[in-house]
């Protein structure tokens, strides 16, 4: 089963806004991953935060993580229609093994 | 330098028959995963391979197998095909362990 939730389920936008999508978790990790999808295709890795990291930067993205609510979010900055696609948070455990849990996922649509 | 290269993209499968999907990690990463997704489970974990050995393996039946070769190139199979694994299967690598996982396009299989 998924160990995460990802919160909203959808989000529709403007383009030129900002998207936040938020991913909770169930145990403790050793770092958590942001993944894109577009529709049919694989995932982009988008950012890598680690246990003890609370907030990170790339580019339009802002991802903060709070181990002791057990969730990150994910901050997408001015928007653009190139966007549109499934976003999902994924966690190692602990032990930094390569299994990732994968939560839900956010449909985010940006509309031109 | 390439990324994760999956074949076949799209097949179809007969239910009773078995298939073999193969990845090609990135150049110098010895770790490779596999996941399964589908509509109503997501993405789910389905074993990890490092060094010719798994090292972590999913809830997923013994009809799911795979394996993983001297160059790290890795191929899993799925024996006895039911109509609940048509899913897009993915493959992941990564240079160790902890660290970030990048996937592939994926295999679109389909059971009829």
């Known amino acids: 089963s998924q160990q995460g939730e990802e919160d909203p389920q959808a989000l529709s936008i403007q383009e030129g806004e900002n998207a936040t999508m938020n991913c909770s978790y169930k145990?403790?990790?050793?770092?958590l991953q942001w993944y894109r999808q577009n529709s049919g295709r694989g995932l982009v890795h988008l950012i890598l935060i680690r246990s003890n990291e609370r907030e990170k930067h790339s580019g339009r993205l802002r991802v903060t993580l709070d181990t002791s609510k057990k969730s990150s979010s994910l901050l997408i900055t001015a928007s653009r229609a190139a966007d549109t696609a499934s976003y999902f948070c994924?966690?190692?455990?602990?032990?930094?093994?390569?299994?990732?849990?994968f939560g839900t996922g956010t449909r985010l649509t940006v509309i031109p | 330098k390439a990324g994760v290269t999956q074949t076949p993209r799209y097949l179809i499968k007969t239910r009773g028959q078995q298939v073999t999907l193969s990845c090609s990690p990135i150049?110098?990463?010895?770790?490779v995963s596999w996941y399964q997704q589908t509509p109503g489970q997501g993405l789910q974990f389905l074993f990890e391979?490092?060094?010719?050995?798994?090292?972590n393996k999913g809830n997923f039946p013994g009809r799911f197998s795979g394996r993983q070769f001297s160059n790290s190139r890795s191929e899993m199979n799925v024996s006895t095909l039911e109509l609940g694994d048509s899913a897009l299967y993915l493959c992941a690598s990564s240079f160790g362990q902890g660290g970030t996982i990048y996937f592939g396009e994926g295999s679109w299989l389909t059971v009829v």
């Open positions: 150049s110098g990463h010895r770790s």
């Open positions: 391979y490092f060094s010719e050995t798994q090292r």
């Open positions: 145990t403790s990790i050793n770092n």
């Open positions: 994924a966690t190692g455990d602990q032990t930094g093994a390569n299994n990732l849990f």
